[in-house]
């Protein structure tokens, strides 16, 4: 290292000025240079047995980014329906006019609190306007209306949620900076090993212990085609809990990544065409599909999903565009504007496993919904689609057609 340091010296004396450029990776971020032993001093403090940290949680006005906020209580809520109630400025998030900013909280979903530990809480609320009606980002009554009314057939889903991580310079993490790519073959990448072919599996590895310790419906996670691009599933769960898990994990991934100093983006094509793009596959059944005979139904569900094809397009994601971008028919996508389905067909807008036909029963896998989507909604629109309307909708923010 000597040797090499003269020869620097001797170099910057014949060309005036010689800079060795040095790679900053998450430096930059003030959350990563933060301390965590410093918080682990505090966060070791005893409380009072009648106090208790509750982190309420709720989906802004762009539909994808989350807010919070805390408050003490005497005990823990360990169910939303004895959870109280709040209100927050909806103005400062994009949800009401700030002559009428008044907008409110109602507990949805109560998760044990990973960051804090036991008994402390999170609870993950919807929002609603000072009028009572849903707010236009809170699907999620329009998601429960249908699951209440198609209770019977005890519909299931099963999220994967892909994702994203950046520097925060906003280029890939691990990226060569300067705008250059990784010189990855991508079929190393998925679920690959080592150093060259995955960045980020910290993040992953932390949030998967905070998904589970909170109660999250979670069942794994993998790496993904692209460099610095990772998966989680949420489920096989019924009804409604696994929007709200899969809401829950990514408020958890929000805050595990800011203590590494990294940005998750889940837009659904984030690095240009020339890379694979971002979805959250939502795999659906309901009794009649999983009972003997149930293939004949999935077939009959799959022909009104294509009968309402782009009714569901303008809904899978937070930007129709961002979504017809990424569902270009390259990278293992169907085109944005053809519906098609197929067995053991990834390029297909659904697919059916192998053996789903064989046993004459199973699920249907919709690959279309952008990773930016709302499982409120999409959860939601394959109820309303393939089993029938609730009847009541789902408020001012219900669905939209």
Not at 42 to 68: E, F, H, Q
Not at 265 to 289: I, L, Q
Not at 328 to 342: H, I, L, Q, R
Request: glycine share 10%.
């Amino acid at each position: 290292m000597e040797s090499f340091v003269k020869c620097i010296c001797k170099l910057q004396k014949h060309v005036g000025v010689f800079s060795i450029s040095k790679r900053y990776m998450l430096k930059q971020s003030i959350n990563h240079i933060m301390n965590k032993k410093v918080m682990d001093r505090y966060i070791r403090l005893p409380m009072p047995c009648n106090k208790v940290l509750a982190t309420y949680c709720w989906i802004d006005g762009s539909g994808i980014n989350m807010r919070c906020k805390d408050r003490i209580l005497n005990c823990t809520p360990y169910s939303a329906d004895v959870a109280p109630g709040w209100a927050f400025d909806g103005s400062s998030c994009g949800q009401a006019a700030t002559d009428n900013s008044d907008t409110s909280l109602k507990p949805a979903a109560v998760f044990r609190d990973p960051f804090r530990l036991e008994p402390h809480v999170i609870v993950l609320a919807e929002v609603y306007m000072g009028d009572g009606s849903a707010a236009p980002t809170n699907h999620r009554k329009f998601c429960n209306d249908l699951c209440e009314a198609h209770r019977s057939e005890e519909p299931w889903f099963g999220l994967e949620q892909e994702y994203t991580m950046l520097d925060v310079d906003g280029w890939g993490l691990g990226w060569p900076k300067g705008g250059g790519f990784p010189a990855v073959n991508y079929e190393f990448s998925y679920c690959g090993v080592g150093a060259k072919y995955i960045a980020g599996r910290d993040v992953s590895e932390a949030h998967a212990k905070c998904c589970l310790y909170a109660g999250c419906d979670f069942e794994g996670t993998n790496a993904e085609v692209m460099f610095a691009c990772w998966e989680w599933q949420i489920g096989t769960t019924v009804g409604i809990k696994a929007a709200d898990d899969m809401w829950m994990s990514r408020f958890l991934m929000s805050r595990v990544a800011e203590d590494y100093g990294v940005c998750i983006t889940y837009h659904p094509k984030p690095m240009g065409p020339k890379h694979p793009g971002v979805g959250m596959h939502h795999n659906f059944s309901t009794k009649r599909m999983r009972s003997d005979g149930g293939y004949k139904f999935i077939e009959e569900c799959i022909k009104k999903l294509e009968q309402n094809h782009m009714k569901h397009m303008k809904n899978y994601g937070a930007d129709e565009q961002t979504n017809r971008m990424r569902l270009s028919g390259k990278f293992e996508t169907a085109p944005f504007d053809k519906f098609s389905w197929g067995i053991a067909n990834r390029k297909a807008s659904i697919r059916l496993q192998r053996n789903i036909k064989e046993k004459g029963k199973g699920f249907m896998e919709d690959r279309r919904p952008a990773g930016d989507c709302d499982p409120y909604l999409v959860c939601g629109l394959l109820m309303d689609t393939c089993l029938g309307s609730a009847g009541g909708g789902g408020g001012k923010g219900g669905k939209k057609c």
